[in-house]
Antibody, heavy 118, light 110 residues
Framework: QVQLVQSGPEVKKPGASVKVSCKAS????????ITWVRQAPGQGLEWMGW????????NYAQRVQDRITMTTEKSTSTAYMELRRLRSDDTAVYYC???????????WGQGTLVTVSS | QSALTQPASVSGSPGQSITISCTGT?????????VSWYQQHPGKAPKLMIS???NRPSGVSNRFSGSKSGNTASLTISGLQAEDEADYFC??????????FGGGTKVTVL
């Protein structure tokens, strides 16, 4: 069965970086892209960007494009999302989901809480 | 890209039908048949309920249906059940190769 398992919660200080992982199983990793979405406490969902798992093509949301990098590691079927120069308003649950561009996001990770606090 | 517009809340009694709207522009909802709907229970990850405007993934109840007219997409839940109480989000692919979400609609079963 398809599963996306994300890394554990993180607590970071403002200005630091965080790297969240998303390990895929149950399907051919390079046949699908990965989308990253975040949800601030009590708020809606925000698209952060996506990456193709085969060639690593990316597209990032304008709001974070100068601070974010998405990568994949085909040997371990793992996707990564790194966010730099963290601010308090980056505090959110970060989700990875299978599917990119116009594909439906049909499977989701369990979410990773990133807390940014001094 | 501005968020898609959804009503903040919709409610209904068990057995009734409700419809949630999702309004965008010709650059997103109106321009592509790539509208999806997600259900999210508190503390849980979103679950895909409808893709490509009206396609229901395997395992999703046929009480859920989707449609689109112009720049507005809609999700209808028929035969409302207590387990349907959740937040619902729409998304659309956009002309700038991005994804835009709706603000979310809280569905309450009275």
């Amino acid at each position: 069965q398809v599963q996306l398992v994300q890394s554990g919660p993180e607590v970071k200080k403002p200005g630091a970086s965080v790297k969240v992982s998303c390990k895929a199983s149950g399907y051919a990793f390079t046949n699908y892209g990965i989308t990253w979405v975040r949800q601030a406490p009590g708020q809606g969902l925000e698209w952060m960007g996506w990456i193709s798992a085969d060639y690593g093509n990316t597209n990032y949301a304008q709001r974070v494009q100068d601070r974010i990098t998405m990568t994949t590691e085909k040997s371990t079927s793992t996707a990564y999302m790194e966010l730099r120069r963290l601010r308090s308003d980056d505090t959110a649950v970060y989700y990875c989901a299978r599917g990119a561009w116009w594909d439906p996001r049909d499977y989701w990770g369990q979410g990773t809480l990133v807390t940014v606090s001094s | 890209q501005s968020a898609l517009t959804q009503p903040a809340s919709v409610s209904g009694s068990p057995g009734q039908s409700i419809t949630i709207s999702c309004t965008g522009t010709s650059s997103d909802v109106g321009g592509y048949n790539y509208v999806s709907w997600y259900q999210q229970h508190p503390g849980k990850a979103p679950k895909l309920m409808i893709s490509d405007v009206s396609n229901r993934p395997s395992g999703v109840s046929n009480r859920f249906s989707g449609s689109k007219s112009g720049n507005t997409a809609s999700l209808t839940i028929s035969g409302l059940q207590a387990e349907d109480e959740a937040d619902y989000f729409c998304t659309s692919f956009t002309s700038t190769n991005t994804l835009v979400f709706g603000g979310g609609t809280k569905v309450t079963v009275l």
